[in-house]
């Protein structure tokens, strides 16, 4: 992510919109399309393993990976409102240790990031300026699972997302601009790192995906 759209990660998605999430978290649980990255990453054994979660908001995949297993997290978030609520929940819920958080656009601090035996990227693909891009030096840190939820592959997704949702971002004079990478490119990137599509659901505007290394 550019500095221009590291910058409109943090004013779309500020205090108040970490707070309504959060509140939104702790009343009704994981939205739909993210329970579902959960509960696929969760078929596999993944006891005692580490989870590198680039974008997590307000914390929603951590938490729900540690509670099915996981040792441990680390948490990559442009936003500082999403990674404070992120740290409030981990406490509230008893795992604060147990998750670390590193400030800043992935782009800028993965060389400071270490192999993770799954990555999970939650909607935050269709928040980079160069999604490819993304999933590219994110595949890169996953040693077996890579899941990912972006928007589906159709006409209409498309182009709802780069004309209404970026028009509404030009609107608010905000840097942050929507990207929609097709399934096939996706794919491709992530089988040059040997991640292999395992599982693919779509619900509503989202497909979710787990990709795996035939390392098991």
């Not at 702790?26 to 596999?44: F, H, K, N, W, Y």
């Not at 951590?62 to 409102?81: K, N, T």
């Not at 670390?100 to 800028?108: C, M, V």
Request: negative net charge; proline residues 3%; charged residues 25%.
């Amino acid at each position: 992510m550019t500095e221009c759209q590291c910058d409109g990660v943090g004013t779309r998605f500020d205090e108040a919109y970490a707070a309504e999430k959060l509140a939104r978290y702790r009343s009704a649980g994981p939205d739909p399309s993210t329970q579902m990255l959960i509960d696929l990453v969760a078929e596999e054994d993944i006891r005692g393993l580490t989870l590198l979660d680039i974008g997590g908001g307000v914390g929603a995949v951590q938490h729900g990976l540690i509670e099915r297993g996981v040792a441990r997290a680390l948490e990559v978030e442009a936003s500082p409102s999403n990674a404070a609520a992120c740290a409030a929940e981990a406490e509230r819920q008893g795992h604060g240790e147990r998750v670390t958080h590193l400030s800043g656009d992935f782009a800028s601090v993965s060389r400071h990031v270490e192999p993770a035996d799954i990555v999970t990227l939650d909607r935050s693909v269709c928040c980079w300026h160069d999604p490819l891009g993304l999933i590219d030096q994110s595949a890169a840190k996953a040693r077996w699972l890579y899941a990912v939820v972006y928007p589906r592959d159709a006409w209409w997704v498309r182009h709802v997302w780069r004309h209404f949702g970026n028009l509404k971002q030009i609107l608010k004079r905000n840097s942050l601009r929507l990207s929609t990478p097709r399934s096939k490119d996706v794919e491709a990137t992530l089988a040059e790192h040997g991640l292999s599509l395992a599982h693919h659901r779509e619900m509503g505007v989202w497909q979710i995906a787990l990709f795996a290394k035939d390392v098991h």
